[in-house]
């Protein structure tokens, strides 16, 4: 299959490749990009930029940003970044810029102002999420709901983690640096976190489809090519099942699929330690003896009582009971009939046997 020009030019540079290495494709695209870009409009090879007196490239990288600062300052200040990022990668040396008390080579980068982020409820992520246009792209959203991971844990996740679980009707998610490379720089060796109920059994579904050669080491949830999913993919997805649900796409993003599952948590009746603990967030005190194997099953009951799964509107159940209530009666009814039958056809035999001569 033809690659994509950004892994073309990582491919033809060992540096620029030794720099990207193990990093999330995401990232490696906006990075490998932004360098490509910088690289041929200044006429010059990344390695010979990068051989440059720390001086000399600075100037070479001012001269670039400055073109950008007017338009977009924040678009100027991530190229900045990834530059600095692939010229310390060599050798250590960085960048000689101003720093924010101002000088020559500073500028104010200047973000625009956010927009109004909803974080939805259960009922909201319930809607969203039959939506999907399918098995896999469902199965991704309950994935995320249910385990409030982030969403490079189903990029890098893959079938191994979950194999020997299949049989289970709960599957319990050990969250590595591995798979979550957010952890890496978090003191966190790793968490647990949890799946169970239409999640655990969507995905039984989706595995069984989609991974008839249950070979180990494919990714969960991977493209046509087999390759992993990417985080935009699964932003791509998740915005067009929010506005197919009829909410508003432009205050949700996929990081508020983990701000709805904290929301579920936090307002559980469980310890404050097992919420942090189900986020994947940094324990204090004593975090060690926190992460034991020992703990699974305590962080497994704390994350039942958070409780993931639907809830059935009042009105559907008051309807359902009345179903219920009705076919109680109808069935009492045809008992009581069944028994009248009976009672007759009794009488009826009886009286034959009395009428009737032999």
């Given at each position: 299959?033809?690659?994509?020009?950004?892994?073309?030019?990582?491919?033809q540079?060992?540096?620029?490749?030794?720099?990207?290495?193990?990093?999330?494709?995401?990232?490696?695209?906006?990075?490998?990009?932004?360098?490509?870009?910088?690289?041929?409009e200044m006429?010059?090879?990344?390695?010979?930029?990068?051989?440059?007196?720390?001086?000399?490239?600075?100037?070479?990288?001012?001269?670039?940003?400055?073109?950008?600062?007017?338009?977009?300052?924040?678009?100027?200040?991530?190229?900045?970044?990834?530059?600095?990022?692939f010229?310390?990668?060599?050798n250590?040396?960085?960048?000689?810029?101003?720093?924010?008390r101002?000088?020559?080579?500073?500028?104010?980068?200047?973000?625009?102002?956010?927009?109004?982020?909803?974080?939805?409820?259960?009922?909201?992520?319930?809607?969203i999420?039959?939506?999907?246009?399918n098995?896999?792209?469902?199965?991704?959203?309950?994935?995320?709901?249910?385990?409030?991971?982030?969403?490079?844990?189903?990029?890098?996740?893959?079938?191994?983690?979950i194999?020997?679980?299949?049989?289970?009707?709960?599957?319990?998610l050990k969250?590595?640096?591995?798979?979550?490379?957010?952890l890496?720089?978090?003191?966190?060796p790793?968490?647990?976190?949890?799946?169970?109920?239409?999640?655990?059994?969507?995905?039984?579904?989706?595995?069984?489809?989609?991974?008839?050669?249950?070979?180990p080491?494919?990714?969960?949830?991977?493209?046509?090519?087999?390759k992993?999913?990417?985080?935009?993919?699964v932003l791509?997805?998740?915005k067009?099942?929010?506005?197919?649900?009829?909410?508003?796409?432009?205050?949700?993003?996929?990081?508020?699929?983990?701000?709805?599952?904290?929301?579920?948590v936090?307002?559980?009746?469980?310890?404050?330690?097992?919420?942090?603990?189900?986020?994947?967030?940094?324990?204090?005190?004593?975090?060690?003896?926190?992460?034991?194997?020992?703990?699974?099953?305590?962080?497994?009951?704390?994350?039942?009582?958070?409780?993931?799964t639907?809830?059935?509107?009042?009105?559907?159940?008051?309807?359902?009971?009345?179903?219920i209530?009705?076919?109680?009666?109808q069935?009492?009814?045809?008992?009581?009939?069944?028994?009248?039958?009976?009672?007759?056809?009794?009488?009826?035999?009886?009286?034959?046997?009395k009428?009737?001569?032999?």
């Open positions: 299959m033809r690659q994509r020009k950004y892994e073309e030019f990582i491919k540079h060992v540096e620029v490749e030794a720099w990207l290495r193990n990093r999330p494709e995401n990232t490696r695209r906006q990075f490998s990009e932004r360098l490509r870009d910088f690289t041929t006429c010059i090879m990344p390695e010979e930029w990068r051989s440059l007196d720390k001086f000399e490239a600075r100037d070479m990288a001012w001269k670039y940003i400055t073109t950008k600062i007017e338009d977009n300052p924040s678009v100027a200040a991530s190229v900045l970044t990834t530059l600095k990022s010229y310390r990668n060599k250590g040396e960085t960048l000689p810029f101003d720093s924010s101002g000088g020559k080579h500073y500028f104010h980068a200047r973000l625009k102002k956010a927009a109004l982020e909803h974080i939805p409820n259960k009922t909201e992520m319930y809607q999420i039959d939506m999907a246009g098995l896999r792209d469902k199965s991704i959203l309950l994935f995320l709901f249910q385990t409030g991971c982030r969403v490079n844990v189903v990029q890098h996740m893959k079938l191994k983690h194999i020997d679980q299949l049989g289970q009707d709960t599957f319990t969250i590595t640096p591995e798979l979550d490379f957010k890496r720089g978090r003191d966190i790793f968490y647990y976190t949890f799946l169970n109920g239409e999640a655990a059994e969507t995905l039984k579904r989706y595995i069984a489809l989609a991974h008839k050669k249950m070979n080491e494919a990714y969960l949830f991977y493209t046509r090519s087999t992993p999913i990417s985080e935009t993919y791509r997805i998740f067009n099942c929010v506005r197919k649900a009829g909410l508003n796409a432009g205050s949700m993003w996929t990081h508020s699929i983990r701000k709805a599952f904290r929301k579920i936090r307002q559980a009746d469980i310890d404050d330690d097992d919420k942090e603990q189900l986020m994947g967030h940094v324990i204090k005190g004593s975090r060690q003896s926190y992460y034991d194997n020992k703990d699974v099953d305590m962080i497994l009951s704390a994350y039942r009582k958070a409780n993931f639907r809830e059935v509107p009042k009105s559907e159940t008051d309807k359902l009971r009345n179903q209530e009705e076919m109680s009666k069935h009492k009814e045809d008992v009581e009939a069944r028994e009248s039958l009976i009672k007759r056809i009794e009488l009826l035999e009886e009286y034959l046997r009428v009737v001569k032999p």
